[in-house]
């Protein structure tokens, strides 16, 4: 199991956080296409795992913030 930590953030550092995880995540979606394209399968389980995981933190993340 992962070790937890506590981390305080300013609302523009979180912002700066989950607009950087949105874009990694496109990079994951584009990757796993193009793994698809290239009949990589491997390839594609793993980035569908590291989107799936990005996913949740992101999720985690945009609750904190303000609305």
Do not use: H, S
């Amino acid at each position: 199991m992962a070790k937890t930590i506590a981390l305080t953030l300013t609302e523009d550092e979180l912002e700066i956080l989950v607009d950087a995880l949105e874009a990694d995540l496109e990079g994951y979606a584009e990757a796993i296409e193009e793994a698809k394209a290239d009949n990589n399968k491997e390839d594609v389980e793993t980035f569908k795992l590291a989107a799936l995981n990005i996913q949740k933190l992101l999720a985690r993340l945009q609750d904190m913030l303000p609305e």
